[in-house]
């Protein structure tokens, strides 16, 4: 088993669509998480972090569930821009605080 | 504007060739890295390190080398290059004392022949 899962769409939405993305992870005592944007043939980069309380930025809320081992991220009202793939990233200490990656969740917004 | 510059976009190379790829930052990070990222496989990490002239084995470390003489550049090395290295070379780099807030080079794609 992966240690950090995505599915890997893609996920074809609509513009305007609201649409989430769901990673799980194996190790239980991970305890940073992250979510990174890849466009394709580019360089991921970091989209935000994912906070125990839960967090919002403008359309992009994140979202962690210690208890059943996933995170989540949600994209409201889509924007053909959001179109890239999605990569849920974790840090546990017993990794020496190395980031897994998963394979990342690939959003294509039509319009 | 602060970067990670990789030195090839594309690279070609034969089986058997020695490669070197190159990495330069000039955020005066401490701790560097290179991934590689494949289809279905995701990004694995293939060596890292936290500070000059010191290395550490990542996940994939089989078939490759660094080194790292200087803070900003670290570079990776294919000793004998093989067609199962042919893929995406990623570089990144983060402040010391963190490893949460990677910052990614564009990348090298590798197509070893």
């Known amino acids: 088993r992966k240690e950090v899962e995505q599915d890997p769409g893609p996920f074809n939405v609509p513009e305007g669509a609201t649409v989430a993305f769901n990673c799980t992870y194996s190790?239980?005592?991970?305890?940073?998480f992250f979510w990174y944007r890849q466009d394709c043939r580019k360089e991921p980069k970091l989209l935000m972090s994912v906070y125990s309380s839960g967090n919002e930025d403008g359309r992009f809320t994140a979202q962690l569930n210690r208890a059943s081992q996933y995170i989540s991220l949600l994209i409201r009202d889509s924007k053909l821009s959001d179109s890239a793939t999605y990569l849920c990233v974790v840090i546990h200490n017993n990794a020496g605080n190395m980031l897994t990656f998963g394979g990342g969740t690939r959003l294509m917004v039509k319009p | 504007d602060v970067k990670v510059t990789q030195s090839s976009r594309y690279l070609v190379k034969r089986t058997g060739e020695k490669v070197f790829l190159e990495c330069v930052q000039d955020m005066d990070h401490e701790n560097m890295f290179w991934y590689r990222q494949d289809p279905g496989l995701g990004l694995r990490l293939i060596y890292f390190?936290?500070?000059?002239?010191?290395?550490e084995k990542g996940d994939i470390p089989e078939g490759y080398s660094v080194s790292r003489e200087k803070k900003e550049r670290f570079s990776l090395i294919l000793e004998s290059a093989s067609t199962n290295q042919t893929s995406m070379y990623l570089c990144a780099s983060s402040p010391g004392g963190t490893n949460e807030k990677l910052l990614f080079g564009s990348g090298t794609q590798l197509s070893v022949l």
């Open positions: 390190s936290y500070d000059v002239k010191m290395k």
């Open positions: 190790n239980s005592a991970s305890q940073s």
